[in-house]
């Protein structure tokens, strides 16, 4: 089974950046799509950005233009670049790989002055 672990959340200013990272455990990481998602009090979990094997992405009109989804299938580790946060980017946010198949543990972003 495919082990994720997320890190490089934490707490930023409006209008910071944060770069989150996501290793994944195995070496056949480099077939499978990528995708960050994210989680907030009293709202339903949803993907703010994926990336195909072969490298294509895709964003949430909430992310596209801030946020940036790219992979280093060298090192199995997917990372998404945060730009111009704010506050209604708080979340917790998940790495997934082949959309659901396994799930990290999650990394909190709190974006507050």
């Known amino acids: 089974q495919v082990q994720l672990v997320e890190s490089g959340g934490g707490l930023v200013q409006p209008g910071g950046s944060l770069r989150l990272s996501c290793a994944a455990s195995r070496s056949a990481f480099n077939i499978y799509a990528m995708g960050w998602y994210r989680q907030a009090p009293g709202k339903q979990r949803e993907l703010v950005a994926s990336?195909?094997?072969?490298?294509?992405?895709n964003y949430a009109d909430s992310a596209k233009g801030r946020f940036t989804i790219s992979r280093d299938n060298a090192k199995n580790t997917v990372y998404l670049q945060m730009n111009s946060l704010k506050p209604e980017d708080t979340a917790v946010y998940f790495c997934?790989?082949?959309?659901?198949?396994?799930w990290g543990q999650g990394t909190q972003v709190t974006v507050s002055s």
């Open positions: 990336i195909t094997s072969g490298g294509t992405t």
């Open positions: 997934s790989i082949n959309f659901g198949r396994s």
